[in-house]
């Protein structure tokens, strides 16, 4: 198969003369194996006619690809808009509630046959990672023994990909990867399967079961969880069904997206003010503090409604 550089000629994907014209049902989607970009090429239309019986199920399954990597960038960057409004995980350090977002109405379309969240040790993490605030000091978490939860989707013709959206902390920017070369590389065990979802129930469980600051915390954590799913709800209404959003020419969807992203910012800002603003105590040091259910210090103490300093 030819490299999908533009500079290289391409052969005919049903006779062995050189093609110039390409599918446009699948130009420049990723492929299967690596990510990188392809497309069926012809050398005529009559070649791209007799070829499509056989084509077909591919070309389907490349755009399928190319929403599922359109949905893995997206839920990347509400992912760390959250993630900065919130002040609960800084770039450098991410956990995993937010890698849930977005995908949703994906599941009603058929495109996806499992979705499952994977928590996994990292391959050869021999580095500690370290909270990046200010103040009394930050803690070191070993990095070993810090399981790394990503999404693992299969698709209907049967590819599987790891949606990593927090996979900067190591390194790794891209959010969608084929399992296999994931899986390969990065993971050195995997500590457990759960439905996709189930970061999210957990969190919401601990939200119910835990008392003082931890309630506290959690309840903040849900409450902008909630405000990203009604962002999304919200643009949907107003605009095109996600699952339609990542279907979209190129150009259309990149126009389209910024908005999205845009609203899902303006909601979390929203929910931040009326805390701050309800509370009595600011958002961020009660998450500067809290967000990882180490105890709290005092000062952060005094900054919660009902507790003395
Ligand atoms: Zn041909
Ligand atoms: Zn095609």
């Not at 399928?64 to 997206?74: C, D, H, K, M, P």
């Not at 990672?129 to 693992?152: F, K, N, S």
């Not at 979209?248 to 969807?253: D, G, M, Q, Y």
Request: with cysteine; proline share 4%.
């Amino acid at each position: 198969m030819a490299s999908a550089s533009e500079h290289d000629a391409h052969q005919c994907s049903n006779c062995p003369k050189t093609a110039p014209l390409t599918c446009k049902g699948c130009k420049a989607m990723p492929n299967a194996t690596d990510g990188q970009l392809s497309s069926a090429w012809y050398c005529g239309a009559e070649c791209q006619k007799a070829h499509w019986a056989e084509h077909k199920a591919q070309c389907k399954a490349a755009q399928a690809r190319q929403a599922l990597f359109r949905a893995g960038a997206l839920a990347q960057q509400i992912f760390y808009r959250f993630s900065k409004t919130t002040y609960m995980w800084s770039p450098g350090r991410i956990e995993k509630i937010g890698t849930t977002w977005l995908i949703h109405p994906e599941r009603h379309t058929g495109l996806y046959s499992q979705i499952d969240e994977v928590g996994h040790f990292i391959k050869g993490a021999k580095y500690q990672l370290r909270q990046v605030y200010g103040g009394e000091g930050p803690p070191v978490i070993d990095g070993t023994d810090y399981a790394h939860t990503i999404i693992r989707v299969t698709t209907m013709n049967g590819e599987t990909y790891a949606l990593d959206m927090a996979g900067a902390q190591y390194g790794w920017y891209e959010p969608v990867t084929p399992w296999q070369s994931y899986n390969t590389s990065r993971v050195r065990e995997i500590k457990d399967v759960v439905p996709f979802g189930g970061t999210r129930v957990f969190c919401k469980t601990r939200a119910d079961n835990t008392g003082g600051q931890h309630k506290w915390v959690h309840g903040i954590k849900e409450g902008f969880a909630k405000s990203v799913d009604e962002a999304v709800e919200w643009w949907q209404r107003r605009n095109i069904p996600s699952s339609d959003l990542l279907r979209l020419p190129e150009h259309e969807f990149q126009k389209r997206r910024g908005s999205l992203i845009d609203t899902v910012d303006e909601f979390l800002q929203l929910y931040k003010a009326i805390q701050e603003s309800n509370g009595g105590f600011t958002v961020r040091e009660g998450f500067k503090h809290g967000g990882y259910d180490r105890k709290f210090t005092s000062f952060a103490l005094g900054t919660i409604p009902g507790r003395a300093a």
